[in-house]
């Protein structure tokens, strides 16, 4: 049972345009949503995050929107560059214990020129 | 520089032979974790450690052990693999409750 469901699998989306990843969680005690990215042979790494105390997040062109009542929150990546070429994953924890992420599959991004 | 150790990177091994997967991290983290990463499964917790002699069960713990006799150490040990073990491992660590998780590069294991 996932408790963090994401879509899509996988994204293309040419230069320029908008990224969007969306995921769904279920359980209704998570507050702390991060995103990581992961590019090919290195591990994830922190991207953004946001808490359910505000409903959108935005830092440079990387935007996380979040819906609490739908339970859903979502990646916006403005200006899509080949370099955002990489996997990307949701995650979800509980207060107290944000270091028990729980990952949604990922979505692997490819930003065509 | 801060970072997360792993080795061995890649490891191809046989049904049955022990083997233990290292991990070190040099930024003083309290918290260690180990995850595995399989298609369509996304990052899974084995386990995790919130101290030296702390550790904890993640979601999928089946099969493996893990000890922290230091704060810098938390090597993964499978003592019996199976094929059902191949997969790529990621270690990570963080500091306290922050939430955010420092990863290593990952080791990709295979078992015949």
């Known amino acids: 049972q996932q408790q963090v469901k994401q879509s899509p699998q996988s994204l293309i989306v040419q230069k320029g345009g908008i990224s969007i990843i969306n995921c769904a969680y279920e359980?209704?005690?998570?507050?702390?949503f991060p995103w990581y990215q992961q590019f090919p042979g290195k591990g994830p790494a922190l991207l953004i995050a946001?808490?359910?105390?505000?409903s959108e997040k935005k830092e440079g062109r990387f935007t996380i929107s979040f819906n609490k009542s739908a339970k859903q929150f979502s990646l916006h990546i403005m200006d899509s560059q080949p370099g955002d070429s990489a996997t990307y994953f949701c995650?979800?924890?509980?207060?107290?214990?944000?270091?028990?992420?729980?990952f949604g599959a990922g979505t692997r991004l490819a930003v065509h020129p | 520089e801060a970072q997360v150790t792993q080795n061995p990177r890649y490891l191809i091994t046989v049904t049955g032979k022990k083997l233990t997967v290292t991990c070190s991290q040099n930024?003083?983290?309290?918290?260690m974790s180990w995850y595995r990463q399989d298609p369509g499964l996304g990052l899974r917790q084995i386990y995790y450690?919130?101290?030296?002699?702390?550790?904890d069960k993640g979601d999928v713990p089946e099969g493996y052990k893990v000890s922290r006799k230091e704060k810098r150490n938390f090597p993964l040990i499978l003592e019996s693999p199976s094929p059902n073990q191949t997969s790529l491992y990621f270690c990570?660590?963080?500091?306290?409750?922050?939430?955010?998780?420092?990863f290593g590069e990952g080791s990709r294991l295979t078992v015949l």
């Open positions: 990570a660590s963080s500091f306290g409750g922050t939430g955010e998780l420092f």
């Open positions: 946001i808490r359910p105390d505000v």
């Open positions: 359980n209704t005690a998570f507050d702390y």
């Open positions: 995650a979800a924890a509980i207060s107290g214990g944000y270091n028990k992420l729980i």
């Open positions: 450690s919130m101290n030296v002699e702390v550790t």
């Open positions: 930024m003083n983290h309290e918290y």
